[in-house]
């Protein structure tokens, strides 16, 4: 049984361990950075974590567990008729954890020695299950792009909305970053060539 004081201890470390990736890289830090980042001892340390990467996969593991819940205990998105999907869904819930979490998880995405990103595109990809319509029950795929490849974008889409968001200064709420998310599903290649063209001619003006 962990108890308050170890729940706390563990969160004070994990908190540590962002600050100073923050400041010099995982690559660079030792556990002794993290001993006077978080104010404990040696053996407090290693009573919890065998190592710094273990501390890392653990801080991981955790997020992700997170997330699995999530997407175990809200309904996934209608990706037929996303424009109607209410905000209770898997991936709003997602965008509030992450937003909650915001910089921890901005700081494990983009250290080179950690997979969080990986995990979470596995993740959506394993939850991002498609029932059959009634109102396409027997018809054939008109496209040439299978559902493989379909799913591969979709998937990709998502991340590649997340990857954005994370990166953002200052980072939007989560209502704001649904929205772009919702209305980014909505738009075919060209919309978006034609938003780049848009943008590229009101600069262009600009000087």
Request: charged share 20%.
């Amino acid at each position: 049984m962990i108890n308050a004081h170890s729940i706390a201890t563990r969160k004070c470390i994990e908190a540590a361990l962002v600050t100073v990736i923050q400041g010099k890289g995982f690559k660079a830090l030792t556990v002794a950075d993290l001993l006077r980042q978080a104010k404990v001892s040696r053996g407090t340390f290693y009573r919890y974590y065998l190592d710094k990467y273990d501390l890392l996969d653990q801080c991981e593991d955790q997020l992700m567990t997170d997330m699995q819940a999530i997407f175990d205990q809200y309904p996934k998105p209608n990706l037929m008729r996303i424009e109607e999907t209410p905000p209770a869904n898997a991936f709003y819930v997602m965008m509030k954890v992450i937003y909650q979490h915001r910089r921890a998880i901005s700081t494990l995405v983009n250290c080179p020695e950690t997979t969080l990103l990986a995990k979470i595109k596995q993740l959506i990809g394993d939850k991002l299950i498609v029932k059959p319509s009634s109102e396409l029950m027997g018809t054939k795929p008109t496209s040439l792009v299978s559902a493989e490849l379909a799913k591969a974008l979709i998937v990709e889409n998502i991340v590649t909305i997340l990857t954005y968001w994370l990166g953002q200064t200052p980072m939007v709420a989560p209502t704001s970053a649904y929205e772009i998310f919702l209305r980014s599903r909505l738009l075919s290649p060209v919309d978006l060539a034609e938003i780049m063209v848009a943008s590229a001619s009101i600069e262009q003006t600009k000087a």
